[in-house]
Nanobody, 124 residues
Framework: QVLLVESGGGLVQAGGSLRLSCAAS????????MGWFRQAPGKEREFVAS????????YYADSVKGRFTISRDNAKNTVYLQMNSLKPEDTAVYYC?????????????????WGRGTQVTVAS
């Protein structure tokens, strides 16, 4: 069992930045690839970014490429999402997730564990 707890969400003006954190506890964090997803009101949950267990490979949705950066610190059992140049359309609940499978990790079904999410609101 892996417990994931997100933090760092909040209200920010368009063009601003936020850094989300996801702290993991339970089984060996470094053996899991991690991902960030988001869900806006009335919309389906969508892939944002993923990172391999070592941090050597990262993948991004086209909508956030060049603005968001995913990283991880295995010594701290934490994965991060640095979000810059935020837009109102980035407003959503952001979830982190863990998976044992390899691959790009852009599909919800690939993930074994999920956090409860943190709200990000970008004001125009």
């Amino acid at each position: 069992q892996v417990l994931l707890v997100e933090s760092g969400g909040g209200l920010v003006q368009a063009g601003g930045s936020l850094r989300l954190s996801c702290a993991a506890s339970g089984r060996t964090f470094s053996s899991y690839a991690m991902g960030w997803f988001r869900q806006a009101p009335g919309k389906e949950r969508e892939f944002v970014a993923s990172i391999s267990w070592s941090g050597g490979r990262t993948y991004y949705a086209d909508s956030v490429k060049g603005r968001f950066t995913i990283s991880r610190d295995n010594a701290k059992n934490t994965v991060y999402l640095q979000m810059n140049s935020l837009k109102p359309e980035d407003t959503a609940v952001y979830y982190c997730a863990a998976r044992s499978a390899a691959g790009r990790g852009s599909a919800i079904g690939e993930y074994d564990y999920w956090g409860r999410g943190t709200q990000v609101t970008v004001a125009s």
